[in-house]
């Protein structure tokens, strides 16, 4: 990388994981507001219905962990906090059109897996059994394999789940001992077997930027996962912000790698990816050449969520349940209660538990689709956009900060190749999405917001 890029846009920027950005959530979005956009969302596009279930339990916090995460709860508190997840249910189902699809469930945590697979089940049916599905859903789960026998990887297929998503972190006992995380209980083949043999897709995600781990270390755990040959993998660069999650002040004193240790360490990950053949997605996504988001990718129709990447096959306005879940829908973002106890509480009274959210306007709603596209497929071609959202290039284009001198600079610094029709980011311009992206967002010209920098 030029050092004269790095300099010019090694600037803040957000990293468009949504539009706009959850730092413009705010509290003066309630819980009216969100059964309003529940009604709206029935006429919007896409149609599909997506389900996300928040399980903030563990039986062990890893000292890194910078997820929404408690320890676990006692029988009363966790009986209260699954029967409230039944009754959200039954305050959100009768605002939805029978007539839509479900395209996605997906739990995430927490470990969703703390939960026995019988209550998950119970919650699958209690929605599946009010709407049909598309051809194929997506049913996900996020695992901790340190607590999993095989009966337990069973009952999750049993319970109908066709992608189950493995914490590994790292395959060394070394490292996840200092993290307090324990190892897996089988052996990643025998869990790799089971789920093979019943068709279910496999998900695998790790974390560098670890004590104990060194270059060649996370070279050998990626190697190891390269010959388990998952469906797709995540290699997440540890986050240290202890000032949010004060445990991780624990990992300071067993020694952290430093920033250059830890990008050799992605750098590694990253040709011994591409070289087993696996395409890179976004910055640290990595699929087979035979997972539909590859294709997807081929063809400029990849997508993401806060569940994930996904396809417009797949993509659905998300439903979220449980504590900090957020549902994102055409019209807006709404965003659950971060504290179990109030959750539960207001729950219980019948009231949704919305603590922040965002409406998005006309334009927004427009915009995040340009950025969206961009962030996900490193291109727009202004053609389809038009014919996918219904409206001429000219009213997307006016919808966004898009202005062809600021192009034209990205342009010159080997950025963007672009034209009327295309955006497209170059290779060395990949880095840089972010900063292309924010040139099309009018949010930006008056911010208050802070952001990260790319690299
Ligand atoms: C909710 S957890 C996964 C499910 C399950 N609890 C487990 O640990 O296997 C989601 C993922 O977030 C990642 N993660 C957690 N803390 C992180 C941090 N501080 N920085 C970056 N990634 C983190 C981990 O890789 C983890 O697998
Ligand atoms: S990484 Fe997973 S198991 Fe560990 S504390 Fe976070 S959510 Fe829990």
């Given amino acids: 990388m030029k050092q004269e890029l790095l300099d010019k846009y090694n600037t803040p920027v957000p990293r468009y994981t949504s539009y706009p950005p959850a730092n413009y959530f705010h509290e003066g979005f309630n819980s009216e507001q969100y059964k309003e956009a529940i009604c709206e969302s029935n006429n919007q596009y896409p149609q599909s219905l997506s389900f996300y279930f928040h399980i903030p339990f563990c039986l062990r916090l890893c000292h890194y962990c910078g997820c929404n995460s408690y320890a676990a709860p006692t029988e009363e508190i966790l009986h209260r906090y699954i029967a409230a997840l039944h009754k959200e ?21 927490g470990s969703p897996t703390f939960l026995p697979a019988i209550e998950i089940e119970e919650l699958n049916n209690h929605i599946l059994e009010h709407f049909e599905t598309i ?72 974390l560098y930027g670890l004590p104990l781990q060194t270059e060649a270390s996370f070279s050998e755990t990626i190697e190891r996962a390269v010959s388990l040959q998952p469906d797709r993998l995540v290699t997440f660069s540890y986050a240290h912000v202890p000032w949010a999650f004060p445990r991780q002040k624990i990992l300071e004193k067993a020694g952290l790698p430093s920033s250059d240790e830890k ?60 504590v900090t879940g957020i549902s994102q829908l055409s019209t807006a973002y709404a965003q659950n209660t971060k504290d179990i106890i109030e959750y539960i509480e207001k729950i219980e009274a ?94 930006m010209f008056k911010t208050d917001k802070s952001f990260s920098k790319p690299v």
């Avoid at 490292?175 to 897996?184: E, N, Y």
């Avoid at 990643?188 to 998900?203: G, T």
């Avoid at 997605?281 to 996904?310: M, P, S, W």
């Avoid at 963007?416 to 999405?433: P, S």
Wanted: hydrophobic share 35%; with cysteine.
């Fill in 263 to 322: 990008s050799k360490m992605f750098e590694n990950a990253y040709r011994i990816l591409c070289q087993a053949n696996y395409q890179p997605i976004g910055l640290d996504h990595f699929v087979r050449k035979d997972d539909e988001l590859y294709t997807a990718l081929q063809n400029g129709q990849l997508h993401r969520n806060f569940q994930g990447y996904c396809t417009r096959r797949t993509t659905g306005q998300v439903y979220a349940f449980g």
């Fill in 89 to 109: 249910i039954d305050m959100v189902l009768p605002l939805l059109s029978k007539t839509r699809k479900i395209s996605q469930i997906h739990y995430g945590g």
């Fill in 350 to 443: 019948g009231i949704l538990p919305i603590s922040k959210g965002y409406q998005l306007s006309t334009e927004e709603q427009i915009t995040r689709e340009v950025i969206e596209t961009l962030m996900c497929n490193y291109r727009i071609n202004w053609n389809e956009l038009s014919e996918h959202l219904k409206i001429s290039v000219d009213e997307i284009k006016q919808a966004t900060a898009y202005t062809p001198t600021r192009l034209e600079e990205f342009a010159a610094d080997g950025i963007i190749e672009f034209d009327e029709n295309h955006i497209q980011m170059t290779t060395e311009g990949k880095l840089f999405v972010r900063n292309v992206a924010a040139s099309l967002d009018k949010l």
């Fill in 135 to 206: 051809h194929h859903p997506e049913i996900a789960i996020e695992c901790h394999p340190g607590w999993m026998s095989e009966k337990d990887w069973n009952e999750l297929i049993g319970a109908g789940f066709n992608r189950l998503s493995i914490g590994i972190q790292d395959f060394n006992p070394l490292v996840l001992t200092i993290v307090h995380r324990k190892s897996s209980l089988l052996p990643p083949e025998e869990i790799v077997s089971i789920l093979r043999s019943s068709k279910v897709r496999i998900n695998m995600d790790f």
